[in-house]
């Protein structure tokens, strides 16, 4: 009976061990996680954050953002990322903030002055934002369907110097493209 044990002990010893003969070697014995490829890629951050926009993950995209301002420095192009994560999250103050540093570094930027009219209809800032808009209407010749319809609504809501929220009149952002916002009429 005791040489049937043995038998018995022996084959299942000699089972677990083929099922590791698939394995890869044990790491090595330290407790750090693995180093990381630097022969890899790297995706660019404006990239990411650009999809994690269209995702409504926004303090991701603003992480992004921030990650391609390390690599590719604050140009005009990140500094309208940063501004839409921002106005996206609902920190105006510091979306006008960097919209403004874009259009004085890209002052021919339509989609730029598009952003920073969107921010500043939502300060309430409403006569500083049709111009605003009428500037990024001018610099895109009026191809653009959305800003077009960004300063008719800012207009419109100038006009109505006695503007009532509860007449359905209400005012919402639609993301249009990569970077540039849109004001819809909202309905409660």
């Known amino acids: 009976m005791n040489t049937q044990i043995r038998a018995l002990f022996a084959i299942g010893l000699m089972l677990a061990l083929a099922g590791c003969l698939g394995r890869d070697p044990a790491p090595p014995d330290t407790p750090f996680a693995p180093a990381l490829d630097p022969t890899g890629e790297a995706v660019d951050g404006l990239t990411v954050g650009h999809r994690l926009m269209e995702a409504r993950e926004y303090q991701l995209a603003l992480e992004a953002y921030l990650r391609a301002a390390a690599t590719d420095g604050l140009t005009a192009e990140v500094l309208v990322a940063l501004g ?21 570094l890209e002052p021919d930027w339509p989609e730029a002055w598009n952003n920073l009219g969107v921010t500043l209809m939502e300060r309430g800032k409403t006569a500083e934002a049709s111009q605003v808009f009428r500037k990024a209407y001018a610099l895109d010749n009026g191809e653009n369907d959305s800003i077009r319809d960004n300063l008719r609504l800012a207009l419109a809501k100038l006009d109505n110097s006695i503007y009532d929220e509860s007449d359905g009149a209400a005012f919402k952002l639609v993301r249009r493209g990569s970077s540039a916002y849109e004001i819809a009429p909202g309905t409660e």
């Open 84 to 104: 839409s994560s921002n106005l996206a999250l609902g920190r105006l103050n510091q979306s006008e903030q960097l919209l403004r540093r874009a259009v004085e």
